[in-house]
């Protein structure tokens, strides 16, 4: 089975440039979750959807991240423009029905560096 | 709002030596617990989870127990394999659409 499918696994990039992170959540699968991980702040979620709607962005760091899912089985993470201290891991996972006993699987990560 | 502490790491332990990873959390309401495991290079997997009071979660031979009382689930097993060295999360999750709240990781090296 494949699992959570993100592109490209790394990403190095110039400050200023824009930055498009994309997902394929597990077939069937209902809300689809983006997070952050750096030393520093650790594992923070970005924002989540639902059906393919935008439940919560709070996590969003400012108006340079949006995020968006046109149909069930992609997403895409833009930064534009990024900035050095957007470098970090960006992992998307899926989950089946979004409640709080449901499990979560995650995508290897993208590897992003703003240089 | 609801948070999740674990212990700092690193950790290293010597093959076939107990392990625990404490984990306490704060949250209104009832969560779900989890610890998921970060290889190197890899994303996160979940290891164990529970979603009541008294469950325990169990897998690959770690235990965790949901303590209520004590707003705890530290993650044990009781003899580590090199291959067991890893990151460890633990995490809560309580909103009604499931986002997960991480610590911040506990780093494990098993030396042989």
């Known amino acids: 089975d494949a699992g959570v499918i993100q592109s490209p696994r790394h990403e190095v990039t110039e400050m200023g440039q824009e930055v498009t992170l994309r997902c394929k959540p597990i077939s069937g699968h209902n809300s689809l979750f983006w997070y952050r991980q750096t030393m520093m702040r650790g594992l923070e979620l970005l924002i989540y959807f639902n059906n393919n709607v935008p439940i919560d962005d709070s996590g969003m760091p400012e108006d340079r991240f949006s995020a968006k899912m046109p149909n069930a089985s992609f997403s895409t993470l833009k930064i534009q423009p990024s900035e050095p201290r957007d470098s970090a891991v960006y992992f998307c996972?899926?989950?089946?029905?979004?409640?709080?006993?449901?499990?979560?699987?995650f995508g290897p990560g993208t590897r992003l560096t703003v240089l | 709002g609801d948070s999740v502490t674990q212990m700092e790491g690193p950790v290293t332990l010597s093959e076939e030596a107990f392990l625990t990873i404490n984990c306490t959390y704060t949250?209104?309401?009832?969560?779900?617990l989890f610890w998921y495991v970060q290889y190197p290079g890899e994303g996160l997997q979940l290891l164990l989870k529970a979603t009541k009071a008294d469950d325990k979660g169990s897998n690959k031979g770690f235990e965790a127990t949901y303590r209520k009382e004590t707003t705890s689930f530290h993650l044990e097993k009781g003899s580590v394999q090199v291959s067991d060295s890893a990151v460890y999360f633990c995490?809560?999750?309580?909103?009604?659409?499931?986002?997960?709240?991480f610590g911040k990781g506990t780093k494990l090296s098993v030396k042989p």
């Open positions: 996972a899926s989950s089946l029905g979004g409640t709080s006993t449901d499990t979560q699987y």
């Open positions: 995490a809560l999750s309580g909103g009604s659409q499931g986002n997960l709240i």
């Open positions: 949250a209104t309401g009832y969560p779900s």
